[in-house]
Antibody, heavy 120, light 112 residues
Framework: EVQLVETGGGLIQPGGSLRLSCAAS????????MSWVRQAPGKGLECISF??????????DSVKGRFTISRDDSKSTKSTLFLQMNSLRAEDTAIYYC???????????WGQGTLVTVSS | DTVVTQSPLSLPVTLGQPASISCRSS???????????LNWFQQRPGQSPRRLIY???NRDSGVPDRFSGSGSGTDFTLKISRVEAEDVGLYYC?????????FGQGTRVEIK
């Protein structure tokens, strides 16, 4: 069974840094699309970054240069997706979801989300 | 960016009646492999999104067959043949062809 569990959210001051983690199991991460999607309070969904099976990384303009996606799939049974978030702004306040797809449609399964609040 | 536009944004429906949501993309979503990369997601109140349909018309495992997707090129539709109480929530279409992948604004389905 595919499982995605995000951790690392919290309250952070503007300009601060935070690192989100997503523990993935039940599928082969190195053969999947792994993404971060965020949802600001009461708003819609925004894809901000993904890493392909072959390790290529992509970012939305809204986070480029501030956020870094990476993964650790050194363990055969469990892999972890990361999102390093620097220079955080109030507009980065959102629920951050980890998402994955072993197929070509990019997003299938979602984690439960972790809330990031950027406020002084 | 590829703009995805949904309509309506609010959809009050009587239980047991059909519902239809439209999704239009600013660019064709047909890839060179012949597939069309348009997904539909459901987000129930307080929950994470859940994919219902991928590549226009393929239902995901466990999705009731009252949900169906259709369309081609830039115009797509999600239909619920008979709305049930558990179908209340937000529905999003998403284009998965061009980065950044983009979602429609969401359509809120509610019971009249």
């Amino acid at each position: 069974e595919v499982q995605l569990v995000e951790t690392g959210g919290g309250l952070i001051q503007p300009g601060g840094s935070l690192r989100l983690s997503c523990a993935a199991s039940g599928f082969t991460v190195s053969q999947s699309y792994m993404s971060w999607v965020r949802q600001a309070p009461g708003k819609g969904l925004e894809c901000i970054s993904f890493i392909s099976g072959d390790g290529r990384t992509f970012y939305a303009d809204s986070v480029k240069g501030r956020f870094t996606i990476s993964r650790d799939d050194s363990k055969s049974t469990k892999s972890t997706l990361f999102l390093q978030m620097n220079s955080l702004r109030a507009e980065d306040t959102a629920i951050y979801y980890c998402a994955a797809d072993t197929g070509d449609s990019k997003i299938r399964c979602w984690g439960q989300g972790t809330l990031v609040t950027v406020s002084s | 960016d590829t703009v995805v536009t949904q309509s309506p944004l609010s959809l009050p429906v009587t239980l047991g009646q059909p519902a239809s949501i439209s999704c239009r993309s600013s660019q064709s979503l047909v890839y060179s492999d012949g597939n069309t990369y348009l997904n539909w997601f459901q987000q129930r109140p307080g929950q994470s999104p859940r994919r219902l349909i991928y590549q226009v018309s393929n239902r995901d495992s466990g999705v009731p067959d009252r949900f169906s997707g259709s369309g081609s090129g830039t115009d797509f539709t999600l239909k619920i043949s008979r709305v049930e109480a558990e179908d209340v929530g937000l529905y999003y279409c998403m284009q998965a062809l061009n980065w950044p992948w983009t979602f429609g604004q969401g359509t809120r389905v509610e019971i009249k």
